[in-house]
Protein backbone atom coordinates (compact mmCIF):
# COMPACT_ATOMS: atom_id res chain seq x y z
CA UNK A 1 0.00 0.00 0.00
CA UNK A 2 2.84 2.13 0.49
CA UNK A 3 4.16 1.33 -2.64
CA UNK A 4 1.25 2.42 -4.03
CA UNK A 5 0.74 5.70 -2.31
CA UNK A 6 4.83 6.63 -3.24
CA UNK A 7 3.87 5.66 -6.81
CA UNK A 8 0.94 8.34 -6.85
CA UNK A 9 2.64 11.15 -5.20
CA UNK A 10 5.65 10.50 -7.34
CA UNK A 11 3.65 10.53 -10.46
CA UNK A 12 2.01 13.83 -9.57
CA UNK A 13 4.75 15.40 -8.77
CA UNK A 14 6.08 14.29 -12.43
CA UNK A 15 3.13 15.79 -13.88
CA UNK A 16 3.77 18.85 -12.40
CA UNK A 17 7.51 18.97 -13.25
CA UNK A 18 6.31 18.05 -16.72
CA UNK A 19 3.61 20.89 -17.49
CA UNK A 20 6.01 23.48 -15.41
CA UNK A 21 8.78 22.87 -17.92
CA UNK A 22 6.91 23.83 -21.18
CA UNK A 23 5.17 26.28 -19.59
CA UNK A 24 8.78 27.59 -18.40
CA UNK A 25 9.86 27.46 -22.20
CA UNK A 26 6.69 29.72 -23.37
CA UNK A 27 7.85 31.98 -20.95
CA UNK A 28 11.15 32.36 -22.03
CA UNK A 29 10.30 32.65 -25.88
CA UNK A 30 7.39 34.78 -25.23
CA UNK A 31 8.31 38.44 -23.52
CA UNK A 32 4.97 38.92 -22.44
CA UNK A 33 3.98 36.46 -19.73
CA UNK A 34 0.10 37.12 -20.76
CA UNK A 35 0.67 36.20 -23.92
CA UNK A 36 3.10 33.06 -23.18
CA UNK A 37 0.63 31.80 -21.08
CA UNK A 38 -2.27 31.99 -23.27
CA UNK A 39 -0.37 30.37 -26.14
CA UNK A 40 1.10 27.73 -23.79
CA UNK A 41 -2.56 27.29 -22.87
CA UNK A 42 -4.11 27.43 -26.21
CA UNK A 43 -1.44 24.66 -27.50
CA UNK A 44 -1.80 22.16 -24.06
CA UNK A 45 -5.73 21.60 -25.14
CA UNK A 46 -5.47 21.67 -28.53
CA UNK A 47 -2.56 19.53 -28.56
CA UNK A 48 -4.44 17.10 -26.39
CA UNK A 49 -7.66 17.52 -28.28
CA UNK A 50 -6.40 16.12 -31.51
CA UNK A 51 -3.76 13.86 -29.95
CA UNK A 52 -0.74 15.63 -30.84
CA UNK A 53 2.40 16.10 -28.63
CA UNK A 54 2.36 19.26 -27.53
CA UNK A 55 6.08 19.31 -27.99
CA UNK A 56 5.72 18.81 -31.48
CA UNK A 57 3.44 21.05 -31.93
CA UNK A 58 5.79 23.78 -29.71
CA UNK A 59 8.39 22.73 -31.77
CA UNK A 60 6.26 23.79 -35.55
CA UNK A 61 5.16 26.78 -33.78
CA UNK A 62 8.87 28.05 -32.75
CA UNK A 63 9.95 26.67 -36.56
CA UNK A 64 7.30 28.40 -38.77
CA UNK A 65 7.07 32.42 -36.86
CA UNK A 66 9.19 32.35 -33.67
CA UNK A 67 6.08 32.47 -31.08
CA UNK A 68 5.12 35.42 -33.47
CA UNK A 69 1.53 36.02 -33.76
CA UNK A 70 1.69 38.30 -35.91
CA UNK A 71 4.68 36.25 -38.08
CA UNK A 72 3.56 36.85 -42.07
CA UNK A 73 5.55 34.83 -44.73
CA UNK A 74 6.11 35.83 -48.25
CA UNK A 75 3.84 33.40 -49.35
CA UNK A 76 0.97 34.81 -47.26
CA UNK A 77 1.04 32.21 -44.06
CA UNK A 78 -0.21 34.51 -41.47
CA UNK A 79 -0.06 33.35 -37.95
CA UNK A 80 2.00 31.52 -35.10
CA UNK A 81 1.41 28.12 -37.14
CA UNK A 82 1.87 30.05 -39.98
CA UNK A 83 -1.32 29.37 -41.88
CA UNK A 84 -1.96 30.25 -45.51
CA UNK A 85 -5.44 32.40 -45.89
CA UNK A 86 -7.16 29.22 -47.77
CA UNK A 87 -6.18 26.56 -45.40
CA UNK A 88 -7.90 29.39 -43.06
CA UNK A 89 -10.97 29.74 -44.83
CA UNK A 90 -11.36 26.14 -45.14
CA UNK A 91 -11.04 25.74 -41.51
CA UNK A 92 -13.08 28.25 -40.91
CA UNK A 93 -11.09 30.11 -38.66
CA UNK A 94 -9.45 33.79 -38.31
CA UNK A 95 -5.86 32.90 -38.80
CA UNK A 96 -5.07 36.69 -37.31
CA UNK A 97 -6.53 35.24 -34.10
CA UNK A 98 -3.81 33.62 -32.16
CA UNK A 99 -6.48 30.88 -30.55
CA UNK A 100 -7.84 30.11 -33.89
CA UNK A 101 -4.81 29.99 -35.49
CA UNK A 102 -3.12 27.92 -33.09
CA UNK A 103 -6.27 25.61 -33.24
CA UNK A 104 -6.50 25.71 -37.30
CA UNK A 105 -2.82 25.26 -37.40
CA UNK A 106 -2.61 21.57 -34.94
CA UNK A 107 -6.00 20.62 -36.54
CA UNK A 108 -4.81 21.09 -40.27
CA UNK A 109 -1.50 18.83 -39.09
CA UNK A 110 -3.69 16.46 -37.20
CA UNK A 111 -5.35 15.93 -40.77
CA UNK A 112 -2.24 15.66 -42.81
CA UNK A 113 -0.88 13.17 -40.03
CA UNK A 114 -3.83 10.85 -40.75
CA UNK A 115 -3.11 11.56 -44.79
CA UNK A 116 0.16 10.63 -44.48
CA UNK A 117 0.06 7.14 -41.97
CA UNK A 118 1.26 9.15 -38.69
CA UNK A 119 4.75 9.44 -40.29
CA UNK A 120 5.69 13.00 -39.18
CA UNK A 121 9.02 13.45 -41.37
CA UNK A 122 6.58 13.70 -44.16
CA UNK A 123 3.65 15.35 -42.65
CA UNK A 124 6.22 18.20 -42.04
CA UNK A 125 6.22 18.10 -45.39
CA UNK A 126 2.95 18.41 -46.31
CA UNK A 127 2.81 20.91 -43.45
CA UNK A 128 5.49 23.09 -45.20
CA UNK A 129 5.15 22.49 -48.87
CA UNK A 130 1.87 21.09 -49.77
CA UNK A 131 0.50 18.02 -50.07
CA UNK A 132 0.14 18.13 -53.62
CA UNK A 133 3.91 18.06 -53.36
CA UNK A 134 4.42 15.09 -51.37
CA UNK A 135 1.67 13.24 -53.47
CA UNK A 136 3.68 14.37 -56.47
CA UNK A 137 7.20 12.96 -55.62
CA UNK A 138 5.79 10.17 -53.26
CA UNK A 139 8.16 10.93 -50.40
CA UNK A 140 9.66 14.59 -48.83
CA UNK A 141 9.76 16.72 -51.70
CA UNK A 142 14.02 17.67 -52.69
CA UNK A 143 13.18 21.10 -51.96
CA UNK A 144 16.58 22.27 -49.80
CA UNK A 145 13.55 24.65 -47.42
CA UNK A 146 10.92 21.91 -47.12
CA UNK A 147 14.43 19.17 -45.42
CA UNK A 148 15.81 22.19 -43.69
CA UNK A 149 12.45 22.88 -42.62
CA UNK A 150 11.93 19.24 -40.75
CA UNK A 151 15.33 18.95 -39.97
CA UNK A 152 14.62 22.06 -37.58
CA UNK A 153 10.88 20.81 -36.24
CA UNK A 154 12.59 17.64 -35.38
CA UNK A 155 15.49 18.95 -33.76
CA UNK A 156 13.71 21.27 -31.49
CA UNK A 157 11.23 18.53 -30.81
CA UNK A 158 14.32 16.54 -29.91
CA UNK A 159 15.51 19.19 -27.75
CA UNK A 160 12.65 19.51 -26.01
CA UNK A 161 11.46 15.91 -25.50
CA UNK A 162 15.21 15.47 -23.88
CA UNK A 163 14.56 18.29 -21.72
CA UNK A 164 10.78 17.78 -20.68
CA UNK A 165 9.34 15.13 -18.85
CA UNK A 166 6.73 13.49 -20.71
CA UNK A 167 3.40 15.88 -20.35
CA UNK A 168 0.52 14.80 -19.03
CA UNK A 169 -2.28 16.70 -20.23
CA UNK A 170 -4.94 17.79 -17.38
CA UNK A 171 -8.43 18.02 -17.38
CA UNK A 172 -8.27 21.89 -17.26
CA UNK A 173 -9.74 22.72 -20.63
CA UNK A 174 -11.69 19.58 -21.09
CA UNK A 175 -15.19 21.80 -21.47
CA UNK A 176 -14.37 24.06 -24.46
CA UNK A 177 -17.00 26.22 -26.03
CA UNK A 178 -15.55 26.28 -29.79
CA UNK A 179 -17.68 25.19 -32.20
CA UNK A 180 -15.63 24.52 -35.47
CA UNK A 181 -16.93 23.74 -38.72
CA UNK A 182 -15.78 20.69 -40.30
CA UNK A 183 -14.68 21.24 -43.72
CA UNK A 184 -11.73 18.23 -43.62
CA UNK A 185 -12.75 17.05 -46.54
CA UNK A 186 -12.37 20.17 -48.68
CA UNK A 187 -8.40 20.45 -47.00
CA UNK A 188 -6.27 19.03 -49.42
CA UNK A 189 -3.82 21.30 -51.58
CA UNK A 190 -3.84 24.56 -49.42
CA UNK A 191 -0.25 24.94 -48.24
Known sequence: MKKILLIILFNLAFKAHADTDLKEYYLQKIIDPNKAITIYNDVHRFSKEFNIDERLITAIIQTES???SNA???KGAIGLMQLMPGTAELLNINAADPTENVYGGIKYFSLLLKKNNNDIPLTLAAYN???GNVTKYDSIPPFAETQNYINQVLNIYQELSNTAADSFYSNEF???NFEWENNTNEIENTK
Do not use: C, Q, V
Request: net charge positive; aromatic share 8%; hydrophobic share 40%.
Open 66 to 68: NFS
Open 72 to 74: ASK
Open 129 to 131: AGM
Open 174 to 176: ANT
